[in-house]
């Protein structure tokens, strides 16, 4: 069974310059998350979707985060513009329902100068 | 929200020993409580979960306590191999799976050959 997929591994930006993540979760999986991974803590969640809405947005900062899934399956996250503070390892993770195990991808380390 | 908290941050073992993460948690409506391994560049993958009408859970060489009443729970590695040094998270989540996961700040395992 093939993984959660996410494009890029890794991204150099300067700050105030936007970026998108991208995640192609395992096939079937309704649920998926966003989570942002500061260096030395533990992943905290961004976004949550079921199908193709949204669930819980309430940790995401709006001002300049946004996210979607379109059709129910991949789904990008964008920031713009983007800050130094937003230097973390993003996380994509999906479960086929809420009873199941949550698979992570590897995530995109992005690194803002 | 919920908090979980972790320790230690550090922990260094030799090889055939035993090693002990101990979390507590904030929310008594937390019902599931999974661990997660992270290796060097990759996501978070799980390895035991444990919910609340279990107070304990064996898997091999891993096994899982759980203490409602006092909101503690722990993960115990037996015999010790240098392929378990990694990165540990304790997670505490509302749902009855992984729904809305909390990470604890992680402890990061070195298994000394």
Redesign the interface.
């Known amino acids: 069974e093939a993984g959660?997929a996410q494009s890029p591994r890794y991204k150099i930006i300067e700050k105030r310059q936007s970026v998108a993540f991208w995640c192609n979760p395992i096939s079937g999986h309704a649920?998926l998350?966003w989570y942002q991974q500061i260096l030395?803590?533990?992943?905290?969640?961004l976004i949550?979707f079921q199908n193709n809405g949204v669930v819980?947005d309430s940790q995401l900062p709006k001002d300049r985060f946004s996210a979607e899934r379109l059709k129910g399956v991949d789904s990008t996250l964008k920031i713009q513009p983007a800050k130094l503070e937003d230097s973390a390892v993003y996380?994509c993770?999906s479960?086929l329902?809420?009873?199941?195990?949550?698979?992570?991808?590897?995530?995109t380390r992005l690194t803002v100068v | 929200g919920e908090n979980?908290e972790?320790h230690p941050s550090t922990l260094s073992v030799q090889e055939g020993d035993s090693a002990v993460i101990k979390c507590t948690y904030s929310d008594s409506a937390s019902n599931y409580f999974?661990w997660?391994k992270q290796e060097l560049?990759?996501?978070?993958?799980?390895i035991i979960?444990i919910r609340s009408n279990v107070g304990e859970k064996k898997d091999q060489r891993i096994a899982v306590t759980l203490n409602k009443t006092a909101k503690h729970f722990s993960l115990h590695i037996t015999e010790t191999q240098p392929e378990d040094s990694a990165v540990y998270?304790c997670?505490a989540s509302e749902?009855?799976?992984?729904?809305?996961?909390?990470?604890?700040?992680?402890t990061r395992l070195t298994v000394i050959p």
Do not use: R
């Open positions: 959660v649920t998350y030395g803590q533990g992943p905290k969640l949550q819980d996380l993770a479960l329902d809420m009873n199941t195990e949550a698979f992570f991808g590897q995530g | 979980v972790q999974p997660y560049g990759k996501g978070p993958q799980l979960d998270f997670v749902g009855t799976g992984a729904n809305n996961l909390f990470f604890g700040t992680g």
